[in-house]
C-alpha cells in the first residue's frame, strides 16, 4: 500500500546520539531532541504517541531557560525572567 497508507516510518535521529535521561544531543549540546525525530518507534497501538509525549516532557524539562539558565519549572513556579513571567 504504499507510504500513502502507512501509520508509522521509521529513521530519525540514532538513539545512541541522545542523552536519555535529558534528551540533549550528544554531539551538539543545548540541542534537544523528542518524538518523531527520533529513531524510536513501536506497534501500533499509541505507543508512538505514549513515546512523542514522554519524550517531549522530558525535554522540556530539561531544558534550561534561555534567559535565566534555570531548569525548565514544575507546576505552579515562575520564573525570575520577565520573559517567562505570567501577565
Avoid at 540514532?14 to 535521561?21: P, T, Y
Avoid at 497501538?45 to 522540556?60: C, D, I, P, R, V
Avoid at 524539562?61 to 515562575?78: F, I, M, Q, V, Y
Amino acid at each position: 500500500r504504499g507510504f500513502a497508507k502507512a501509520e508509522v516510518t521509521a529513521g530519525g535521529v540514532a538513539l545512541d546520539e541522545v542523552n536519555s535521561s535529558t534528551m540533549e544531543s550528544k554531539l551538539g549540546p543545548g540541542l534537544y531532541f523528542a518524538g518523531e525525530i527520533l529513531d524510536l518507534d513501536g506497534p501500533i497501538g499509541g505507543y508512538n504517541f505514549q513515546a512523542a509525549w514522554s519524550t517531549g516532557f522530558l525535554a522540556a524539562s530539561k531544558t534550561p531557560c534561555s534567559s535565566c539558565r534555570r531548569l525548565a519549572l514544575k507546576a505552579g513556579e515562575s520564573c525570575r525572567s520577565r520573559m517567562w513571567r505570567s501577565a
